[in-house]
């Protein structure tokens, strides 16, 4: 059974860099087959799709995201990771790592609230 687990910061100020980690349990993330991809919804507002990275290591990303974003991985720990930098008030939301193979996987989300 795939599992993921977010985890990192709650409370980063304006323009400092977000940095989230998902830890991954009952598949490799090299896996063939699957794409690690982030996810978040704003306060009141839909579902938005970031980016993600492939089991080859390859990573890809929204074009309408504003803050400069970074999407990773370490396979030695099976995580993936997003790296949103200057961040701005409006990155405030819920952030969700995904796994997607037919299928898809969430994790249960973690709140992150950019302000000063």
């Known amino acids: 059974q795939v599992q993921l687990q977010e985890s990192g910061p709650g409370l980063v100020k304006p323009s400092q860099t977000l940095s989230l980690t998902c830890t991954v349990s009952?598949?490799?993330?090299?896996?063939?087959?699957?794409?690690w991809n982030w996810i978040r919804q704003p306060p009141g507002k839909g579902l938005e799709w970031m980016g993600g990275?492939?089991?080859?290591?390859?990573?890809y990303y929204s074009p309408s995201l504003k803050s400069p974003t970074s999407i990773s991985r370490d396979t030695s720990k099976n995580q993936f990771s997003l790296q949103l930098n200057s961040v701005i008030p409006e990155d405030t939301a819920v952030y969700y790592c995904?796994?997607?193979?037919?299928?898809?996987?969430w994790g249960q989300g973690t709140q992150v609230t950019v302000s000063s």
């Open positions: 995904t796994a997607g193979s037919g299928r898809l996987y």
């Open positions: 990275i492939r089991g080859d290591g390859s990573s």
């Open positions: 009952g598949v490799s993330i090299p896996t063939s087959g699957y794409t």
